[in-house]
């Protein structure tokens, strides 16, 4: 009894750090959803936030069916606990796999999203500004080809000879996407961490989950052979 009410009580507080962290990705996603500084081509090129917020969603409604299954003993809540987080193991297992070997078709994918703004001067006057604006910040233009995806150069992609990143014509000659692409490999080991962490904290919740739903089964068992 006294092992059953610790394994119960670790998932419940296992399934409260886990619904924590869902209301932690689900509030940060909304709120880099309807930002201000929310950018139409960022939010063309990596559509994560959508998925964030899917996530989020999830690990709350999990979190809470999790807790109910430990708290009421419940082995139908319980066993219903352990397969969702089994399924999002292999989803997550599969993603990580998929994202290593399928590396380069990920970043044909993204260009293929921007080239839909190509070309870029005939876009309207909020994509334009954004552009410029992300322009100025990654100090790159065009976002797919270079310069070249303007029809007329804006001085957002003029620069200084001074700087590294400016190489001819005073005029940044690497494409936004590239810089995306780059920015994203840099922080590559940030996400293969969190993942990682995931992964962890869906390995122990599948584990005390089945152990609490074995050791109500055999109390169960027990009951029913005792009457």
Not at 112 to 137: A, G, T
Not at 211 to 219: A, E, N, P
Request: with cysteine.
């Amino acid at each position: 009894m006294a092992v059953n009410k610790c394994i119960k009580y670790l998932l419940f507080f296992f399934n409260l750090l886990f619904w924590i962290s869902g209301c932690i990705i689900l509030g940060v996603s909304i709120y880099l959803k309807v930002s201000k500084d929310g950018n139409v081509i960022t939010s063309e090129s990596l559509p994560g936030v959508d998925l964030m917020i899917a996530i989020g969603v999830i690990i709350l409604v999990l979190g809470f069916l999790g807790c109910c299954g430990a708290i009421r003993e419940n082995r139908c809540l319980l066993l219903l606990f352990f397969v969702s987080l089994l399924v999002i193991f292999v989803l997550l297992l599969a993603a990580g796999i998929l994202g290593a070997v399928e590396e380069k078709k990920v970043k044909v994918w993204m260009k293929d999203r921007l080239k839909k703004f190509i070309p870029l001067s005939s876009q309207p006057d909020n994509v334009i500004e954004d552009l410029e604006k992300l322009q100025k910040e990654l100090k790159c233009c065009g976002l797919v080809d270079g310069p070249s995806d303007w029809t007329k150069i804006p001085d957002s992609c003029r620069c200084n000879a001074t700087e590294t990143d400016c190489k001819s014509n005073a005029i940044y000659q690497e494409s936004c996407s590239d810089k995306i692409i780059n920015l994203m490999e840099q922080h590559l080991e940030v996400v293969l961490g969190i993942a990682f962490a995931i992964a962890i904290l869906l390995i122990f919740g599948m584990v005390f989950s089945m152990i609490l739903y074995c050791q109500i089964s055999r109390k169960d068992g027990a009951t029913t052979t005792t009457a």
